[in-house]
């Protein structure tokens, strides 16, 4: 973890989304919503944007933000291409678009986390940019390919139970705006607001077809 200039980061706060929110006209498909794993269904924060069509929904930010303030978090995909703040960040890290997968930005209110226990199957670079987050790191037991292993959103409740108790806590790191954390892909993690409302954003990056590391 290595800590760059907090200015780089002074866009993208809480104060500075929730403005976004509601001077942006998100489709649906742009945020979704949820506390403790749960998502909410786009039709419990989104309206149709006619009365004729009800296929074509946007976020309600009234709506999306009531959500937030009852403990669910918000997270905004290709943010980078959404809000110029996070468009900016990207440019002053000088991050190669070319090589970037999704971008996120999460907004996550204090003490209930968005979601649960997982790992990802994309490196990722987590900024984070207002307030604090702390990281719960996990271990596998065994030293098994990672292809094997089974990913936890994609189980039924209770084995994804069951996968989570099979993992062993590494380490705990608190990330406070201006830091900055790489995970590879598998890494087991948890996340959580603590004290206060936060935002990060993450960057995943595509692994090029040639790498071995996308052999099956
Ligand atoms: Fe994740």
Not at 24 to 29: G, Q, R
Not at 36 to 52: H, S
Not at 76 to 95: F, I, N, P, T, Y
Request: hydrophobic share 35%; glycine share 8%; charged share 25%.
């Amino acid at each position: 973890m290595i800590g760059f200039d907090s200015k780089l980061a002074g866009g993208v706060t809480l104060e500075a989304f929730r403005k976004f929110l509601y001077s942006a006209d998100l489709d649906s498909s742009s945020v979704r919503i949820a506390r403790y794993g749960k998502g909410l269904d786009v039709e419990e924060y989104c309206v149709p944007r006619r009365l004729t069509d009800d296929t074509d929904m946007a976020v309600d930010s009234e709506l999306a933000w009531s959500f937030f303030e009852r403990g669910y978090s918000i997270v905004m995909g290709q943010a980078h291409e959404r809000w110029m703040a996070v468009s900016k960040l990207c440019d002053e890290l000088q991050l190669d678009r070319r090589q970037l997968g999704r971008v996120g930005v999460y907004v996550s209110p204090a003490g209930t986390p968005g979601w649960l226990t997982h790992y990802d199957s994309e490196d990722f670079l987590a900024i984070q940019t207002d307030g604090t987050k702390k990281w719960d790191l996990y271990t596998w037991p065994t030293d098994v390919p990672q292809r094997s292993l089974p990913k936890f959103y994609t189980l039924a409740e209770d084995q994804q139970e069951k996968a989570r108790n099979t993992v062993r806590k590494s380490a705990t790191v608190s990330l406070t705006s201006g830091h900055h954390l790489y995970l590879p892909a598998g890494t087991v993690h948890g996340v959580c607001t603590v004290d206060q409302p936060s935002v990060h954003v993450t960057f995943r990056f595509r692994i090029p077809k040639n790498n071995p590391r996308n052999g099956e």
